[in-house]
């Protein structure tokens, strides 16, 4: 089993930084593939970065060139660096892990951003 617990989100104005940690326990593999979700209630879940194995990684269009995402498989953990934030960014943001092979993801809680003008 894999449990997955974010943290690093807050408060913060328009045009500043925030970074999300997603810490990974249970069985995990270099080669699963780690990702940022976010949502607002009454909206879909989007993706907002993945990263597969070897570090590549996938943004999506409202993101790229102000979020980064990376991985540290020592730690089992997951980072979302997010830049020049807007306050379309809020939303809660959840870390996903989905194994290599397709066959299990796994979800944490969230943790809220919101961005103010």
């Known amino acids: 089993q894999v449990q997955l617990v974010e943290s690093g989100g807050g408060l913060v104005q328009a045009g500043g930084s925030l970074r999300l940690s997603c810490a990974a326990s249970?069985?995990?593999?270099?080669?699963?593939?780690m990702g940022w979700y976010r949502q607002t209630p009454g909206k879909q879940r989007e993706m907002v970065a993945i990263?597969?194995?070897?570090?590549?990684?996938v943004y999506a269009d409202s993101v790229k060139g102000r979020f980064t995402v990376s991985r540290d498989n020592t730690e089992n953990s997951v980072f979302l660096l997010m830049n020049s934030l807007k306050p379309e960014d809020t939303a809660l943001y959840y870390c996903?892990?989905?194994?290599?092979?397709?066959?299990?993801?796994?979800w944490g809680q969230g943790t809220q951003v919101t961005v103010y003008s």
């Open positions: 996903n892990r989905r194994s290599h092979d397709g066959s299990t993801s796994d």
């Open positions: 249970g069985s995990i593999s270099g080669f699963d593939v």
């Open positions: 990263i597969n194995y070897v570090n590549s990684p």
